[in-house]
């Protein structure tokens, strides 16, 4: 009886693995927990009756004052933890460094598998490459002695790389690198300085004859850092290959309309198997315009949008990129009146997806975008889910639009005249998305609650909304002066002498500047009235939506602190402090 192994974990497998989890927790969905759970069950299931053979055979040995005693057919409780440790770790790291990854955006239909890259070609690649390893693996097993443990680890490990391979080749060959690769070899680098100490001492011994006598570096048979980083390859597929599959799970509700928060291993399959023929490829494109918009316009909401999961994550991705293409179809016209035909246009689109008015009963809505907006606009429209979505927040979303044309010259009379004024176009533009935001969420949520309750979380969401508006337009008002346009109320301007031709050419000015506090401070008021309904969200929504929140009012935590620091006209906040700031929000709950 001894205590190597044990050490080994005390020393370099549990400290790791705690730290991760500290790291994970604040991040840890069910999801997320399913599946580390399914990947160690898979891990302990497949290994245990290779390494027990392996120990049989005598290929590899612990000796008695190293492990202390317990035995799962022939295996020490040290190696069977090790299993399990393994596993959990780089589950750990993959989930880490995957979870801002909107996954769908990387599936693949018929056609854009023949595009680009040519993914099919690579599969075939891939497959041929794998199917050549094994053989070899199988002539080393064969040929026995020297060999016969490198051939038994390829053997081993082979058919379920290439049956991963097959199953989640797309998202395996376009996820970044970072997704990939990184959670593969940061984890194998580490296990073999693990392993050398591990041989050096003793605690366990490969046994001569079986091995090829090959070291990558002194002390490092070349089976053993084979064995760490074909485990790790398999861990990192064999995740991958789940989010593959939930990914086509969440991407199509029209080939699965029904989804459980943790599909079954059965329901997961099935989802892999489907030929990619069957994916909506104009699903998948407008997935992918959406998530590019957002990682381009809002930084803020960029960062919130990863902790989000499933199909709410997808659907809040389409509701903001709908937002910006109508705000960017009225704001980027070369006229007023074309501004407006914008928002008319806009309008009947909303009557067609609501079925209001005669002009849905000529057209559907597909063929109504299709010839009334440009090809850059129209997948945000098609896929907006009106279907679950109540139509007043997005008309009177287009009413703040109309609110906007009202700056015609620096000369006239601007439109927000008063506090009330600022107030109902807060409202408008910001207080409907923050509504229709929360709709999505009880929609997907699994809780249900009593209507009256629901409603006053959903006022309370739009309040908030308004006080992120003051946030954003006292952050941006020299931006806006640059385009002609003051959104401090005139009465405020009045009181400090002030007018918007004032603001325009020096929106520094420090009169301007008390204002900038002055709107802060409302809409620091609003959100310490409001934040308390975020608790009451659906239990999967609570801490995304605080990131969401948190983030934006860290842009105004920061424009109240003194010699804040202005990028391009705004305060911004340091990527390092807004990664905090979601750490942060997440762990309060």
């Known amino acids: 009886m001894g205590y190597d192994y044990v050490l080994v974990h005390l020393y370099y497998t549990i400290p790791p693995a705690v730290a991760l989890t500290f790291i994970y927790h604040p991040l840890s969905t069910a999801l997320g927990i399913y599946k580390i759970l399914f990947l160690v069950t898979i891990a302990v299931v497949s290994t245990i009756p290779w390494d027990s053979y392996l120990i049989h055979t005598r290929i590899w040995t612990y000796p008695p004052n190293a492990i202390i005693g317990p035995t799962l057919f022939r295996i020490p409780a040290e190696e069977v933890f090790f299993?399990?440790?393994?596993?959990?770790?780089?589950?750990?790291?993959?989930?880490?460094?995957?979870?801002?990854?909107?996954?769908?955006?990387?599936?693949?239909?018929?056609?854009?598998?023949?595009?680009?890259r040519r993914l099919r070609l690579w599969r075939w690649i891939g497959i041929g490459l794998m199917s050549s390893i094994l053989l070899y693996g199988f002539s080393l097993v064969r040929r026995g002695e020297e060999g016969l443990y490198l051939g038994?680890?390829?053997?081993?490990?082979?058919?379920f790389v290439?049956?991963?391979?097959?199953?989640?080749?797309?998202?395996?060959?376009?996820?970044?690198?970072?997704?990939?690769?990184?959670?593969?070899?940061?984890?194998?680098?580490?296990?073999?300085?693990?392993?050398?100490?591990?041989?050096?001492?003793?605690?366990?011994?490969?046994?001569?004859?079986?091995?090829?006598?090959?070291?990558?570096w002194d002390g490092l048979e070349i089976e053993e850092a084979v064995f760490f980083l074909v485990t790790n390859v398999l861990i990192v597929f064999g995740l991958i290959a789940f989010d593959n599959a939930f990914a086509i799970l969440t991407t199509f509700p029209s080939l699965f309309p029904r989804l459980p928060s943790l599909p079954s291993p059965a329901l997961l399959i099935r989802a892999l198997l489907v030929p990619p023929r069957f994916y909506d490829e104009?699903?998948?494109?407008?997935?992918?315009?959406?998530?590019?918009?957002?990682?381009?316009?809002?930084?803020?909401?960029?960062?919130?949008?990863?902790?989000?999961?499933g199909r709410l994550r997808i659907d809040l991705v389409l509701l903001y990129s709908f937002c910006r293409v109508a705000d960017d179809l009225v704001d980027e016209a070369t006229n007023i009146e074309e501004a407006e035909g914008w928002i008319v246009k806009l309008?009947?689109?909303?009557?067609?997806?609501?079925?209001?008015?005669?002009?849905?009963?000529?057209?559907?809505?597909?063929?109504f975008v299709a010839k009334m907006f440009p090809p850059s606009a129209q997948s945000e429209l098609v896929l907006l889910p009106t279907a679950y979505l109540s139509s007043r927040p997005l008309y009177d979303l287009l009413k703040g639009f109309e609110t906007d044309l009202h700056f015609t010259s620096p000369n006239g009379s601007f439109p927000i005249e008063d506090e009330a004024t600022l107030q109902l176009y807060g409202a408008r533009v910001a207080g409907t998305v923050a509504e229709a935001c929360i709709e999505l969420a009880f929609y997907h949520g699994r809780a249900t609650i009593p209507e009256d309750q629901r409603l006053q979380i959903v006022e309370a969401g739009g309040r908030m909304g308004v006080a992120l508006q003051y946030i954003n337009i006292a952050r941006d008002i020299s931006v806006d002066a640059a385009n002609g346009r003051v959104y401090l109320p005139n009465t405020w301007l009045k009181?400090?002498?002030?007018?918007?031709?004032?603001?325009?050419?020096t929106p520094a000015i420090s009169k301007a500047e008390k204002l900038r506090q002055r709107l802060l401070d409302i809409a620091m008021a609003i959100y310490e009235g409001a934040k308390a309904a975020i608790e009451e969200l659906p239990v999967e929504a609570r801490g995304p939506m605080r990131v969401a929140v948190e983030s934006y009012v860290e842009i105004g935590r920061v424009l109240r602190e003194p010699g804040y620091r202005l990028k391009a006209g705004r305060a911004t906040v340091p990527k390092s402090r807004r990664l905090r700031v979601a750490w942060k929000a997440l762990s309060h709950g």
């Open 83 to 116: 299993f399990i440790i393994q596993t959990y770790k780089t589950s750990l790291l993959y989930l880490i460094i995957s979870k801002p990854t909107l996954h769908p955006v990387y599936l693949r239909g018929e056609r854009l598998l023949n595009e680009g």
């Open 152 to 159: 038994l680890i390829i053997v081993w490990a082979g058919p």
């Open 162 to 216: 290439l049956l991963l391979w097959c199953l989640a080749y797309q998202l395996i060959m376009e996820l970044p690198i970072s997704n990939t690769v990184v959670p593969i070899v940061l984890p194998t680098f580490y296990l073999w300085i693990v392993d050398t100490l591990a041989l050096k001492r003793g605690t366990w011994v490969i046994e001569s004859g079986t091995k090829l006598g090959w070291h990558l």
């Open 282 to 309: 104009q699903r998948i494109v407008g997935l992918q315009r959406a998530l590019a918009r957002l990682r381009a316009k809002s930084r803020s909401f960029y960062l919130a949008s990863g902790v989000f999961e």
């Open 347 to 367: 309008n009947e689109y909303l009557d067609i997806s609501y079925s209001k008015g005669r002009l849905g009963k000529t057209m559907s809505r597909d063929q």
């Open 495 to 505: 009181e400090e002498s002030l007018t918007s031709e004032d603001v325009i050419q």
